[in-house]
Structure formats: structure tokens, C-alpha cells
């Protein structure tokens, strides 16, 4: 279990082609907090292979389907389904 299937569940759930989503709305639905680096590194937000990535945040948007296109300077992230 990874602490962002609540993340993953709500993407996989939407039919949107996008949803933007402050960093708030984010650690809301969370219950914690994002770690320092989703605030201070776009890599962190990287849409990386889901079979592949160690990373589980990347793993829980992409796995739904979605890619991230973060603009951290707003705190928000706008999540696109992939074609």
C-alpha cells in the first residue's frame, strides 16, 4: 500500500481529460503532507514509466492514466489524461 492510492484511486476514478489540483487539495486528500521536494523540484513530478519507476507518487498518476504538468511557483498541478 503506498500513500498515495488515494491519489491514484481518485485519477483512476475521473473521467476528466484534466484536473487541477492545488498542492493543498492534494495533502488533503493525502492526509499528509507533500514531501519538500514536490515544493522546490519539478523532477519530482516526473511521469515516469509505471513498470519501471521506484518512485510510488509518479506510480499513482500515470498508473491512472494521467501525466502531471506541475506549476509549483501556484502550488498546483494540473493532472492530463494520456492519449
Do not use: C
Not at 498515495?4 to 498542492?23: G, T, V
Not at 519539478?42 to 513498470?51: C, F, I, L
Request: aromatic content about 10%; cysteine-free.
Amino acid at each position: 500500500m503506498s500513500i498515495y492510492d488515494s491519489l491514484r484511486d481518485m485519477l483512476a476514478a475521473s473521467q476528466l481529460a484534466s484536473i487541477k489540483m492545488s498542492f493543498a487539495e492534494i495533502e488533503v486528500l493525502l492526509g499528509r503532507s507533500l514531501p519538500k521536494s514536490a515544493y522546490e523540484y519539478d523532477a519530482w513530478w516526473s511521469n515516469e514509466d509505471p513498470t519501471k519507476t521506484t518512485h510510488s507518487h509518479s506510480r499513482a498518476w500515470t498508473t491512472a492514466g494521467y501525466d502531471a504538468e506541475p506549476h509549483r511557483m501556484q502550488r498546483v498541478v494540473t493532472f492530463r489524461r494520456r492519449d
